[in-house]
């Protein structure tokens, strides 16, 4: 098991606990968390931890099943961060995109006057806000940032935005949507 590893490896060299927290960049109670099995170093760490004691990373993960599946969790959550990432870069550009076509489109034509304008923000409201909801469910899902509150800390930028994995954060996100299509058929139609 990795906590017994280095705990035997550490007293056979002679090091304190706090002379390998020195060495790794890390605190004595974290060294003494690894040893105790409470929590596992991140894998930039247990590299470091691998040249320190001279042991193979192959030999330090051996045999203990929960460091593996933390290693795989940690794999996992990274990749589902770049895909947000990616999520929200698409939907600013997907926006950005349709409200600079429609107007565009509107000056080209000889209308640009405020329904066209209104018309194109709307049309670039109503995609944003449905990735949005697809962004914060996706987010607000992962067990690091599982809620039951209504209110969540916005993705990007300042501010609160509606918990759309909650059944009245849904709710409200179509709500918003019914809302949005709603203005969008008032203002052509007008």
């Known amino acids: 098991m990795f906590s017994d590893i280095i705990k035997k490896r550490r007293n056979e060299l002679g090091w304190t606990q706090q002379e390998v927290a020195d060495k790794l960049f890390v605190t004595r109670q974290t060294i003494s968390n690894w040893e105790n099995g409470k929590n596992f170093p991140d894998i930039p760490t247990l590299i470091k931890i691998s040249d320190q004691f001279e042991l193979s990373l192959d030999y330090l993960l051996k045999g203990d099943e ?8 940690d794999y996992e959550q990274i990749s589902q961060k770049k895909e947000i990432k990616k999520l929200g870069r698409f939907v ?5 995109l349709i409200m600079g076509l429609a107007i565009i489109g509107g000056t080209l034509f000889g ?19 449905i990735m949005s909801y697809f962004l914060y469910k996706a987010i607000y899902s992962q067990p690091e940032n599982e809620t039951n509150s209504i ?11 509606i918990n759309p994995n ?20 008032y203002t052509l139609l007008v």
């Open 66 to 73: 929960q460091y593996v599946k933390k290693v795989e969790q």
């Open 151 to 161: 209110w969540v800390p916005k993705v990007y930028g300042i501010g609160l935005s």
């Open 166 to 185: 909650l059944l009245l954060g849904k709710a409200v996100w179509l709500l918003i949507f019914i809302g949005l299509v709603g203005l969008w058929f």
């Open 92 to 96: 600013a550009a997907l926006s950005i």
């Open 111 to 129: 209308q640009a006057n405020e329904k066209w304008v209104g018309l194109a923000i709307l049309t670039a409201c109503i995609p944003l806000e």
